[in-house]
C-alpha cells in the first residue's frame, strides 16, 4: 500500500525536493490520511544529504521532549527535523523563526524542518508566529486523475477515482465494501477527534448532521439561515461550522466572479464536498450504479472535474463561477494575468449539450475560450466558438 501510495504521488516529488533543497522549512499540508508522512519519509531518502529525525505531536512521548522546545530543537544542527501535525503546536513557529535566522547567518541554507500539518495555510498564519521569507508551503491533495493516468494511459478511465474518491486507503482498498467501511472510519474520526483538536465546541452528532446536510449541496450555494434552523444554531455558527471544513480541506468554497458587469450576480460562493468518495458516503451512495441514478450525479461530477482542475492549476491563475438573478451560468472561469478568460461548462453526458445561458455569459464576462469538459476523451468543437474536451486532455492544455 505504501509503496502504490508514493509511486502515485511522484507528481509532488521534484516540487518537494527542490523545496527543500532551496528553503529553510518547509510546510507539507493536507487533510489526515492523504499519505503525508508516507511521502515525507519517502522523499528525505532522496537527494537531501541530511540524515533525518521525525518528531510526531500526537504523540504524548514526543511532545514531552518539546517542555523546552528551544533547547531541544537547537540539537538538530545540519539535520532535517519532521515535525508531524505542527498545528497542535503552533507555538514552535517563533522558536523555528530565532533557529532559521541563526542558522542563516552560518550559512546553512537548504531544509532544516520539514513541517506537516492537517490544517489550512491561513488557519496555521492566524494561530501562529509567521515565517514569511523562510517558508515554503505545499499542499498534497488526494489523488487526481494525472497521478492515475500516468499508472496506465491506455486503460484509463475516472470512474473509480470518482466514485471511491481519492484517499489512497479509499482508492486502493481491496474491494468497494473496503473502501466504505475505510471511509466511515474517517468520518466518524475527523467529527470525533480531529475537529475538536481545534476548538471547535459543537457536539459530533450536530457537526455530523451539518456535514451531511451540506452534502445535499453539492455544487450550489448555500441557505446559512436555513441550515441553522434546521440545526438550531445561527447563522453565524453556520458560517463556523463550514469554515471549520474549509480548513480541515473537507470543503471547497468556490467564490463568484468579481469582474464588472451589469448584470445582477449572485454573490454567495458555491460549496463542494471536496472528495466525491467522502460525498458519497455523506449521501449513503454505496454502489456505483446508485451513484449513476442519483439526483446528485451532475453536481458530483462537476465537484470532481472542479476539485481536479483546480488542484492541477498553476498560481498563475484565479477561479471563480458566475451566475446570474436571470439564471445565465458558467461552471467554473479561469482567468490569468495576460487577460486570458476561459468559460468552463461541466457537463457528465458523452453528448454534451449547452444552454444559451451559457453563451450569454460568456459574452458578458467577455470570454477568450470556451469549452465544455465532459464524461468522453475525444476533442472536438461545438456551436459558437466552443470546444468539447475531456478532462485528461484539459489539464495537460492547462500546463501549457
Known amino acids: 500500500m505504501f509503496h502504490n501510495t508514493f509511486m502515485i504521488r511522484r507528481f509532488l516529488t521534484n516540487e518537494l525536493i527542490d523545496a527543500l533543497q532551496n528553503m529553510p522549512a518547509v510546510a507539507l499540508l493536507g487533510s489526515r490520511q492523504v499519505g503525508k508522512t ?9 537527494n537531501i544529504n541530511k540524515s533525518v529525525s521525525y518528531l510526531d505531536l500526537e504523540l504524548d512521548t514526543d511532545l514531552a521532549k518539546l517542555d523546552d522546545a528551544e533547547a531541544y530543537l537547537r540539537t538538530f544542527e545540519n539535520k532535517l527535523l519532521i515535525i508531524d501535525e505542527v498545528q497542535l503546536r503552533p507555538d514552535l513557529f517563533r522558536i523555528l523563526r ?33 515565517l514569511a521569507g523562510r517558508i515554503r508551503y505545499l499542499e498534497l491533495k488526494p489523488f487526481s486523475v494525472p497521478e492515475i493516468f500516468v499508472q496506465n494511459p491506455l486503460e484509463f478511465s475516472p470512474e473509480k477515482l470518482w466514485f471511491r474518491g481519492g484517499y489512497p486507503q479509499s482508492y486502493l482498498a481491496a474491494s468497494d465494501n473496503e473502501s466504505w467501511k475505510w471511509r466511515s472510519d474517517f468520518i466518524s474520526s475527523y467529527i470525533e477527534r480531529d475537529i475538536p483538536q481545534f476548538g471547535i465546541n459543537v457536539s459530533p452528532t450536530k457537526m ?29 455558527t453556520i458560517r463556523n461550522y ?55 450525479l451532475g453536481y458530483s461530477w462537476e465537484g470532481f472535474v472542479v476539485e481536479n482542475i483546480l488542484g492541477n492549476l498553476s498560481d498563475k491563475w484565479t477561479a471563480s463561477y458566475y451566475r446570474t438573478s436571470e439564471q445565465t451560468e458558467i461552471d467554473l472561469i479561469l482567468e490569468k494575468s495576460n487577460k486570458e478568460i476561459w468559460a468552463i461548462e461541466i457537463k457528465r453526458s458523452p453528448a454534451p449539450k449547452i444552454s444559451s445561458g451559457f453563451h450569454r455569459a ?6 477568450t475560450k470556451k469549452l465544455v469538459v465532459y464524461s468522453g476523451k475525444e476533442r472536438f468543437p461545438m456551436s459558437n466558438n466552443t470546444e468539447a474536451i475531456g478532462i485528461v486532455e484539459l489539464l495537460e492544455l492547462l500546463k501549457e
Not at 451539518?210 to 453565524?236: D, P, R
Not at 480541515?248 to 471536496?274: D, E, F
Request: overall charge positive.
Open 38 to 46: 508516507t511521502l515525507a519519509f519517502e522523499i528525505s531518502k532522496y
Open 98 to 130: 530565532g533557529l532559521i535566522d541563526m542558522r542563516k547567518r552560518a550559512g546553512e541554507m537548504s531544509a532544516q524542518f520539514l513541517l506537516l500539518g492537517s490544517a489550512s495555510r491561513d488557519l496555521l498564519q492566524q494561530t501562529s508566529e509567521t
Open 208 to 236: 455530523k448532521r451539518f456535514w451531511k446536510m451540506l452534502s445535499h449541496y453539492q455544487g450550489q450555494q448555500i441557505n446559512m439561515s436555513a441550515l441553522g434552523k434546521s440545526l438550531e444554531v445561527s447563522h453565524t
Open 242 to 296: 463550514l469554515d471549520v471544513l474549509t480548513d480541515l480541506y473537507m470543503v471547497r468554497q468556490l467564490q463568484p466572479w468579481a469582474g464588472n458587469t451589469k448584470k445582477r450576480i449572485v454573490k454567495s460562493p458555491k460549496i463542494y464536498i471536496r472528495d466525491t468518495g467522502i460525498l458519497h458516503h455523506l449521501l449513503s451512495i454505496s454502489e456505483y450504479d446508485d451513484l449513476l441514478g442519483n439526483p446528485i
Open 362 to 367: 460568456c459574452e458578458e464576462i467577455k470570454a
